[in-house]
Each structure stands twice: as C-alpha cells, then as structure tokens.
C-alpha cells in the first residue's frame, strides 16, 4: 500500500484519539451528549478515503473518523460538539458527529438523525435519485473528474440492523440495484445489549436473505484490509451498480457516549479483548515494519496533538447561536405567495376532484422531468386504487410512475434522498389509516431535516393520502390523521374540498420545497356522497396555482343580518364543507362557512377576523373531537377573539370511538352530519 495513504491515516487516527481524550480531560464543557470513534478509526478512514466529491454519504454519530478523513477540521467538529453558532453543520442544533454537507470539493451529506438505522431509507432513496438522474440522461446526474459514477454510502452500527426499516431500505436496493453500500460497524455491542442477547446472526449472515445483495466480511480494525477491500467494493459498486454490504468487525474502545460510561457494564474482560485490535496499534506496528522509525511516528502524534489541543481552545472561545435565530429554517421559503392563472377559464368542463389531482400531475410530469410518482399500485396496471394515478403510467413510463412494495417507511423516507439529488418525487400512502408505518420517516427525518441542516436539506416532496369516511368502509379505510400530522412540525398540510382547490393546491404542493401532505377526501373524489355535488368544478388553467395558507368563504352571510348580530361562521375543511354548506341552508343569510384549505400554514387571519365579525363560531371536523385540531383552534380563537364573542365557541367533530366503525349507521352515528351541525347552529343561537 502507498505509505502516504498509511501515514495520513495514522495522523487522523492519532487526531481522532487526541480528541477524544480531549473531550474526556474536558468533560465539564463538552457538556453535551457526544460519541467518538475510538476503536472504529480504520475502516472510517478507509472509506472516506476513497470517495469523490460527486458521491454521498450518510454517516452515523460514531463516524468522527469518517468525517476527519473526508476533510473536515477538528476543530470544525468541535464547533459542534459545543454546539456553537459557527458549526457549519447545524449551527448549534444537533449533536456532535451529525453531519450534512453540500460543496464541490467532498461527497455531500444529507441530515442525520440519531434514531438508529433510519437513515438506511433516506440513503437508499439518494441511490434511487441517482439511478434515475442517470436514467434520464439529466444534466443534474454529476459524476467524478474522471467519469466515476456516483454512489452512496450508508454507515451504521450493528445493533441498528435489526430495525425493520433497514430491511425495507435492503428490500428496495436489490429490487432496482441500486448504487449504495451499506458499511455495518460491528463492535458487537449496542449500548449495554450485547449481538449474542439480541439476534442470531451477524450482518454479513443477514445479508444473505436478500437476493442481490452483494456483501464481504473485513477486519475493520485493519487499516490495508478495509481499504483494500472498501476499494474493490467501491469500484464494483460504480461499475455495476450493484447494492453491497461490508460488515467490518471492530472494537469499541471509548464509551458508548460521553453520558453511558463503558465501567457501568462492561467487564475488564472485554475491555482487554477489544483493546487487542486497536487499530490504531495495529497501523503502528505495520508502519514500524514497513521502516518508518519509531520517532517519526511518534512526532505525528505529538503535532497532531497540540494542534487538537489549540482547535480545541479555539472552539471553546467561539460564539454561541443567536438565540433570535431559533426559528430560523423551519421551511425553505416558496415562491407560491398569491393566487395566479385562471380559476374558472371559459368554455371549460367540470371535472371530478379525483381527475383534477390527475391532470395537475399529468401537466407537473410533462413540464418538470424530475418529477416521478411512486406508491402501492400507482402504477400502469391499476393507476391507484382510486384511479388517481390513471394513465399516468402509459403516458410517462415505468421509470418514472411505478408500483412499490408494501412499505409505507420506505415510501416517504425515500423522498428525503430523492431530494437531495434534486428529483422530485410524488408519492402516494393507499390510505390515511396505512400511513403509521411510516409516521417514524415522516417525523424522524422528512419534518426536521430543513431546521437541523439550518435550510441545506429541506425535503422537496408531495405525499398523497386519501382521507376519510363515507359509505361503510369500515375501521381501516375510514379515519381521519390531520391531528397527528399537524403535532409534527416541518411538514406542510393541505387538505383541498373541490376539484379548483385540489388542481391549485397540488401544483403549489409540487412548487414548493418542502414536504406537503395533500389529504384527499375519498368522499369527494368522485361527489358521489349526497350533497357534495359542489365538489365537482371548472378545472382551473394550467398555471393556476393556489397559495398554501389562504382560507376560502364558501358561503357569506347577509351583511344586514351581521350588523343585527344574527349571524355565526363555521370554520371547516374536507368533507365539513358540505355538511356546513347542507346545514346552512336552513338558517338563510346568517351563516359564513370558511374553508381553510390547508391545515398548515393555517390562515388565521381570516379566521380570526370572521369569528370578530359575527361573534359567534363552530369549528367543525371529521375527526374525534376531544383533543383534536379543531378543539386547539377553538381554543386559539376563544383567546384572540375573547372580546368579541357572544357564545362559547362551539367544535363538533366526530364520537371519541378508537374507529370509525364498518356498519353504515354506526358509521353515522359517529360522524357529524348536517342535522347535526343544525343542532349546533341552533344552540349557538340560543346562548
Ligand atoms: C430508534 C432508536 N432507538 C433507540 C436509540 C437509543 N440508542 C442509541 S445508540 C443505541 C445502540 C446502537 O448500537 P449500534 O447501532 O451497534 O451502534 P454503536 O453505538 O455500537 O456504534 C441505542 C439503542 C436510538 N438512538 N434510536
């Protein structure tokens, strides 16, 4: 092996050491939970070593190595390891050794999480990106100076490999072959939980169920072993790609993290048997061997040291964060401020909302070629469930709308990766009762993502999930999630009630840089539900795009009766509308309906100022009322609109039941109608 190559990684292995017996000498201010790489150095360093700017990489918290051999500073690590406003990586958000990196000059790193193993999904949606970048012959697919074709690298420890998302991420690389390794660190512990307690087989054993899966198993303390098999994996991996994993066994020579001290449950024993492959010892002794004299070696330690000990000082002495800089980053901003195109062109067919979704996306695929759409039969055999994805197949291919496994984790982690590769995914969760499994993506790693990178990785993508009950389609095909989505904040909630609304939304959904759920009523797909025939409109221009956060008043009250104080508001969306709308008919002129249109951002100003204007209010929903949306909004409206109030304001949503049951009058029972909004509306009259 090139002695420069082992002389550089000694230097990094000797910095790696030096800093983590900085941190332990300093333990008062390096106060916050941290992880270093000690005993995991080698087959880091291998790694890093060889990966070109036009890759990825999505490291784990115990890959300080990794990062020092991509490059980056000590003391650019310590910056946040103190958690100080200068750390280039999250600006004091996030933990040491959580990187995210966009620059020409070292492969790019999407936002990590702590949650062990979810990256492998985000990861392999970087692959899936770049498959189809590569794919598409598109100028965004970047490749190496010398031609190289990118590829991924996803790190993780051993114990993270029993996570069942890692499964669905192994599942969707060999099914598309795509460009990734999985690089396994197995120091055989995770936290105190030791690989014999906690399965029965290693990685590598793991690796064989799934069919493709490349894989090869290294001494990971071994600096020329892992470098010298990291380069032939590399190399197949950019050849062929083919998804490979390497399991690396290595010690675990520090703590578990600075706060899990390795006394409190490991014994001298296995102290004495992970020290024995040290991999720094074992680099010493090979470059001893080689001829490099003892001093030499010994002179790198000592420089290195004192530079740590000075990057060290340095970080101590930099500012903190501007705490005014707290909200920073939450979403990107979107150029999708005002109303613009035609809402009701001329000489235009009414269309159902259920085609109006499909025709905005049609036009998105013919003018955007990043934009792909994926989920449990989308593609050209059914064209979804609902037929909301008709055609789009045969019009646009099976590379770029295609049915996926059932793998809800995968579906919406994915689009973290495809977005980093600047494709555009639209995918799509069968139903809303189907989206739990992959809740865990959507709040681990597609909401935070934008905040913790401080704006490098917002996750542009619009995840379609049809909604709601109507007809008996019983406890798993029926239930509303809007109270669960808006307790995660970073993610964007529309939740359209008419085929205008719907067709504007989507392409403001798809224009804007951040994830958007688009909630989609299956009640008002089609207006089949009585009552709802006004779901079905003109289909609004080509350009026509509807701003995310401006409310809509689908029905206004008679301005003499406001002055008489005869009249209330009903503040709704999805399905409410029509119950709201059916309801109203009785009470003429004196109701105002507003349709919020997306749940967030939320247009409270108008909300706010209709409640002033009449005094007295019904929020109305589909979903179980006690501690929902709607009763936090009533709240929020009782508080800013107190003075103005000649009633409580009133919720009514639907039973607090655990399901919305099968048989189509228990159904009813539970849900709100209009008689029963007539019932509301009559109480708020009589207070
Ligand atoms: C989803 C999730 N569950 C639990 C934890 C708490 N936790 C942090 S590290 C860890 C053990 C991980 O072991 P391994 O993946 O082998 O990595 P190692 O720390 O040994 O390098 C656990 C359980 C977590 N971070 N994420």
Same mark, same amino acid.
């Given at each position: ?42 087959i880091?360093?291998a790694t890093a070593f060889q990966l ?23 003391? /650019? ?35 990590? +999480? ?30 190496? #100076? ?7 690298v996803? #790190? ?9 998302? %890692?499964? *669905? ?12 390794i999985?690089l ?30 490349? =894989?090869i198993?290294i001494?990971g303390?071994?600096? @020329?072993e892992s470098y010298q098999a990291i380069n032939k994996v590399i190399n197949?991996?950019?050849?062929? @790609?083919? !998804?490979f994993?390497v399991?690396g066994? %290595? ?8 706060? %899990?001290?390795?006394?409190?449950? =490991? +014994? ?75 809402? /009701? ?12 979704? &499909? ?82 993506? &959507? ?61 504007? &939304? ?9 994830? %958007?759920?688009? &909630? *989609? ?25 509807? !701003? ?60 706010? @100022? /209709? ?36 009633? !409580? ?39």
């Amino acid at each position: 092996m090139d002695k420069q190559i082992l002389l550089n990684a000694y230097r990094l292995m000797c910095t790696a050491g030096a800093m983590a017996k900085t941190y332990e000498a300093n333990r008062q201010v390096c106060k916050y939970v941290h992880s270093t790489s000690r005993g995991h150095e080698a087959i880091q360093l291998a790694t890093a070593f060889q990966l070109l700017p036009c890759d990825f990489v999505s490291p784990y918290y115990r890959d300080e190595s990794l990062l020092l051999g991509l490059g980056f500073t000590p003391y /650019t690590l310590m910056l946040q390891l103190l958690a100080k406003g200068d750390d280039i990586f999250t600006a004091g958000k996030e933990y040491y050794s959580h990187p995210n990196y966009r620059g020409d000059d070292k492969a790019t790193i999407i936002h990590q +999480s702590s949650a062990t193993g979810m990256q492998a999904i985000p990861a392999t949606g970087i692959a899936q990106g770049l498959q189809y970048l590569q794919k598409i012959d598109s100028p965004l697919f970047k490749k190496g #100076s010398n031609g190289e074709n990118p590829i991924v690298v996803c #790190s993780l420890g051993d114990a993270s490999l029993t996570e069942g998302e %890692v499964s *669905e991420a192994f599942q969707f690389a060999v099914l598309k072959k795509l460009p990734i390794i999985y690089l396994i660190q197995d120091n055989g512990w995770g936290i105190s939980v030791t690989s014999e307690e906690a399965r029965t087989m290693d990685a590598y054993k793991f690796a064989k169920g799934f069919k493709g899966l490349q =894989r090869i198993s290294i001494d990971g303390s071994d600096f @020329s072993e892992s470098y010298q098999a990291i380069n032939k994996v590399i190399n197949e991996v950019r050849e062929n @790609s083919v !998804p490979f994993l390497v399991h690396g066994k %290595v010690p675990l020579l520090g703590h578990h993290t600075s706060g %899990v001290r390795k006394e409190f449950y =490991r +014994s001298e024993e296995d102290f004495a048997k992970h020290a024995k492959e040290d991999p720094l010892r074992k680099l010493k002794n090979r470059l001893l061997h080689s001829g490099i004299e003892e001093k030499d070696l010994d002179e790198i330690e000592a420089i290195v040291s004192e530079a740590v000990a000075q990057q060290f000082e340095s970080a101590k002495e930099a500012p903190e964060p501007d705490p005014a800089k707290v909200t920073e980053h939450i979403f990107a901003p979107t150029n999708i401020t005002e109303e613009q195109g035609e809402r /009701t062109p001329a000489g235009k067919e009414k269309v159902v909302m259920v085609d109006a979704a &499909l025709f905005a996306i049609r036009e998105i695929m013919e003018d955007f070629p990043e934009a792909i759409v994926y989920g449990q039969d989308v593609g050209k055999r059914l064209g979804g469930v609902f037929r909301e994805t008709a055609t789009l197949g045969e019009q646009f291919g099976d590379h770029r709308v295609f049915n996926t496994a059932i793998q809800e984790a995968y579906i919406i982690g994915s689009t973290v990766g495809m977005s980093a590769t600047c494709v555009k995914p639209i995918v799509e969760v069968q139903f809303a009762d189907y989206i739990y499994p992959g809740i865990n993506q &959507l709040a681990t790693e597609v909401a935070k993502s934008c905040y913790l990178s401080n704006g490098k990785f917002p996750v542009q993508t619009v995840i379609r999930v049809p909604i709601g009950a109507y007809g008996g389609g019983g406890p798993y095909h029926s239930g509303s999630i809007e109270t669960l989505l808006l307790s995660i904040k970073g993610i964007k909630i529309a939740y359209p009630s008419n085929a205008a609304d719907m067709k504007g &939304l989507m392409k403001a959904a798809f224009l804007d840089p951040n994830p %958007v759920i688009m &909630l *989609e009523h299956k009640g008002l797909y089609w207006s089949k539900v009585s009552g709802t025939e006004e779901a079905k409109t003109v289909e609004p221009s080509r350009d026509y795009v509807l !701003p995310f956060g401006k409310g809509n008043v689908v029905l206004k009250a008679d301005e003499q009766k406001i002055k008489n104080g005869e009249t209330a508001c009903i503040i709704t969306y999805g399905m409410g509308v029509y119950w709201a709308k059916n309801a109203a008919k009785k009470f003429a002129g004196q109701i105002e309906i507003i349709d919020l249109r997306t749940l967030f951002p939320l247009d409270e100003e108008l909300v706010f @100022s /209709t409640v002033k204007k009449h005094g007295k209010c019904l929020v109305l929903t589909e979903e179980q009322q006690n501690d929902s949306f709607a009763e936090a909004l009533a709240g929020r409206i009782s508080k800013e609109c107190f003075q103005f109030l000649d009633a !409580p304001v009133q919720v009514l949503g639907a039973l607090n039941l655990p399901a919305v049951p099968m048989n189509i009058y228990l159904e009813k029972a539970m849900l709100p109608d209009e008689e029963k909004v007539e019932e509301e509306i009559i109480k708020l009259f009589n207070y």
